[in-house]
């Protein structure tokens, strides 16, 4: 894991562990045939561990580049849940291409942008700060289900 060198040493606290928190997505993956990729727990409302890649890193791009950074990001939520694919190839190029994007946004924030105010799609206005740790967490909950995910795909080929 590369670490984030932010001039604002409280955005590194957030930075890193976002980051961390796709990573660990993404070594759940690792060895997954097609079938894998696309397995869902046999539960209402699971996704997918390429739902769940594809899901963490538009919402990530979206909330990072897009609405902290000032960039313009096209982003179709309910199509990330359908997200399927055949190998973890586009992920990754997608991963590769996204990261450093990410790494750069998070350097340019400042303090004045974890003060400013922005706006989450589901709970409204925010302080960026607010934002950022929002968006810390996210990925983080997703990492767990993405674990949980692939723990539950070993326990059916056991």
């Excluded at 869902?40 to 390429?50: D, E, G, I």
């Excluded at 580049?65 to 997200?83: H, K, M, N, P």
């Amino acid at each position: 894991m590369t670490i984030t060198t932010a001039p604002n040493p409280e955005i590194v606290a957030f930075a890193d562990p976002l980051i961390a928190a796709i990573e660990r997505i993404f070594a759940c993956l690792d060895g997954l045939d097609a079938e894998g990729l696309n397995w869902r727990p046999p539960a209402p409302q699971t996704n997918s561990l390429y739902i769940l890649a594809f899901h963490t890193m538009g919402s990530a791009e979206a909330a990072i580049i897009g609405e902290l950074g000032g960039e313009q990001v096209e982003r179709d939520c309910d199509a990330e849940f359908t997200a399927s694919g055949d190998s973890r190839a586009p992920l990754d190029a997608r991963w590769r291409a996204l990261e450093p994007r990410l790494r750069a946004t998070l350097n340019r924030l400042t303090a004045a942008d974890m003060e400013k105010t922005v706006h989450h799609r589901r709970f409204g206005a925010m302080s960026g700060r607010s934002y950022l740790i929002l968006q810390t967490q996210h990925p983080t909950e997703h990492a767990g289900h993405a674990e949980l995910t692939r723990d539950l795909l070993k326990a059916t080929r056991a």
